[in-house]
């Protein structure tokens, strides 16, 4: 067995998962609330459960209305050098209305790392402990 269709495998994850990224976003569902993900400078914050549950698309959450938790993971580059810390945190919410656009903020202060949720009108209402964070 040659060495080059073992490398294409993980070449072939690598390009499905970026094609998921690039694709449109779905409309958001008027009778859920729609949680989108924004990240410092060349960080990349990805959604990934809800509840316990995977989620089908890292980019968002999309949650009935009520109580949730919301569970991410945060690819922090490294001011300096190459290497990448892989940062796990959660968000618990109560609150969560129909139709309601949020935005969960991550933000980096040396290192601290944690996230925040605001509500529509830019309101935070809900905020993430630090995130813990491993070596890539």
Known sequence: MTLKPLLLIPA?????LLSA???????PDPS??????QEEGSNDLMAERVDGHKVDDGRYFEVKPG???????LFEESVGDSNQQDCNGH????????????????????S???ARLYDA???????????NCMPG
């Open 32 to 37: 859920e609330a729609w949680i989108g993900l």
């Open 21 to 27: 990224c690039a694709g449109p976003m779905p409309q």
């Open 91 to 110: 968000l618990s919410y109560s609150g969560f209305k129909a139709g309601e656009h949020y935005k969960l903020v991550e933000s980096s202060l040396g």
């Open 112 to 114: 601290e790392v944690s």
């Open 121 to 131: 009108q830019g309101k935070q209402v809900a905020s993430t402990q630090d995130f």
């Open 67 to 73: 109580a949730h938790r919301l569970d991410v993971t």
């Open 12 to 16: 072939l994850g690598l390009v499905c």
